[in-house]
């Protein structure tokens, strides 16, 4: 993917989390979209690690370190 389809990738994803009609409170929509937005840049760290792993050194403990990062992200709400 290059960098103009990863950014339309990337826009999309928050503007679909941000402008998406859940029938929630402000409040609760708010929560929601920042901790499903925080999600998507978790899931890319992952991803990329996952994808580029024989560029770095210590790629498990970097993966390990965003999987438990999701998780506790996955508890606030």
Same mark, same amino acid.
């Given at each position: 993917? @290059?960098? !103009? %389809? +990863?950014? +339309? %990738?990337?826009? &999309? +994803? $928050?503007? $679909?989390? !941000? *402008? =998406? &009609? @859940?029938?929630? /409170? %402000? @409040? %609760? /929509? /708010?929560?929601? *979209?920042?901790? =499903?937005?925080?999600l998507i840049v978790v899931d890319e760290m992952i991803y990329f690690l996952n994808d580029h792993w024989q560029e770095f050194f210590s790629w498990k403990s970097d993966i390990k370190f965003w999987e438990d990062v999701k998780s506790e992200i996955n508890k606030l709400t």
């Open positions: 993917m @290059n960098p !103009i %389809e +990863k950014a +339309k %990738e990337l826009f &999309d +994803k $928050y503007h $679909y989390q !941000i *402008c =998406n &009609d @859940n029938g929630m /409170s %402000e @409040n %609760e /929509s /708010s929560l929601m *979209c920042a901790r =499903n937005c925080v």
